[in-house]
């Protein structure tokens, strides 16, 4: 579901919590992010874009990807990826599902299968790509693919914690029900030290209710 009502991200609060050491080069970047109501948003995404070369050291591994599939629901509903990560896609349920995009960023069909993992594909290109099932209408789950290998995304408390190395960046945000970019506009940052940072958007969020359209077990 799509929203085009135009949100207003006010920076509330930022403050520079630990001043590091010489021999510390990196810091940790926590943002809360709440909705107009002072709710808190989930499955908000920050991807900071590092204006520099990082040295390869201070590279974050990318852990394994998953998009599982457990009750009829992606899970997790929105995932985030380095570009050139494979994503593997097990199905958990007792039941067929036919997992497929269209999304220019990446196309891709995973035929009837149930209760293994099929073969895991390969997410080369930045950008969103939106996945659905042929048969559960009411699944969606999004994968948002970065050039950048420093993001976070929001839990249940609208809350994430990135580790950066010090430096600029310029910090882009994506949320499924909203425009990216109208929803928060990217801005530059500078890091040199621990910041806590609270933004908040000028409408609020509708939670997923996990609908399955009444169809049981099929």
């Given at each position: 579901?799509?929203?085009?009502?135009?949100?207003?991200?006010?920076?509330?609060?930022?403050?520079?919590?630990?001043?590091?050491?010489?021999?510390?080069?990196?810091?940790?970047?926590?943002i809360t992010l709440n909705d107009?109501?002072?709710?808190?948003?989930?499955?908000?995404?920050?991807?900071?874009?590092?204006?520099?070369?990082?040295?390869?050291?201070?590279?974050?591994?990318?852990?394994?990807?998953?998009?599982?599939?457990?009750?009829?629901?992606?899970?997790?509903?929105?995932?985030?990826?380095?570009?050139?990560?494979?994503?593997?896609?097990?199905?958990?349920?007792?039941?067929?599902?036919?997992?497929?995009?269209?999304?220019?960023?990446?196309?891709?069909?995973?035929?009837?299968?149930?209760?293994?993992?099929?073969?895991?594909?390969?997410?080369?290109?930045?950008?969103?790509?939106?996945?659905?099932?042929?048969?559960?209408?009411w699944m969606l789950g999004y994968?948002?693919?970065?050039?950048?290998?420093?993001?976070?995304?929001?839990?249940?408390?609208?809350?994430?914690?990135?580790?950066?190395?010090?430096?600029?960046?310029?910090?882009?945000?994506?949320?499924?029900?909203?425009?990216?970019?109208?929803?928060?506009?990217?801005?530059?940052?500078?890091?040199?030290?621990?910041?806590q940072v609270i933004w908040a958007?000028?409408?609020?969020?509708?939670?997923?209710?996990?609908?399955?359209?009444?169809?049981?077990?099929?």
């Amino acid at each position: 579901m799509k929203y085009k009502t135009l949100f207003t991200a006010l920076l509330l609060m930022a403050c520079s919590t630990t001043a590091l050491g010489q021999d510390d080069q990196t810091a940790t970047f926590s943002i809360t992010l709440n909705d107009s109501d002072g709710g808190p948003v989930d499955n908000g995404v920050f991807i900071f874009e590092p204006q520099f070369e990082p040295d390869a050291h201070q590279m974050p591994q990318q852990e394994p990807a998953v998009m599982n599939q457990i009750d009829k629901q992606f899970e997790p509903h929105v995932l985030v990826v380095k570009a050139g990560t494979e994503v593997t896609f097990p199905n958990a349920d007792n039941l067929f599902h036919h997992v497929y995009s269209f999304s220019p960023t990446k196309q891709f069909e995973l035929k009837l299968y149930k209760e293994f993992t099929a073969e895991p594909l390969r997410f080369e290109n930045a950008g969103i790509v939106d996945i659905g099932c042929n048969i559960h209408d009411w699944m969606l789950g999004y994968i948002v693919v970065s050039d950048s290998p420093y993001f976070g995304k929001t839990d249940n408390e609208g809350q994430s914690s990135i580790s950066l190395p010090h430096g600029e960046y310029t910090v882009r945000f994506w949320h499924p029900q909203v425009e990216g970019e109208k929803a928060l506009p990217p801005q530059s940052i500078s890091v040199s030290a621990d910041t806590q940072v609270i933004w908040a958007l000028d409408t609020n969020t509708i939670e997923d209710d996990g609908f399955d359209s009444g169809f049981g077990d099929y």
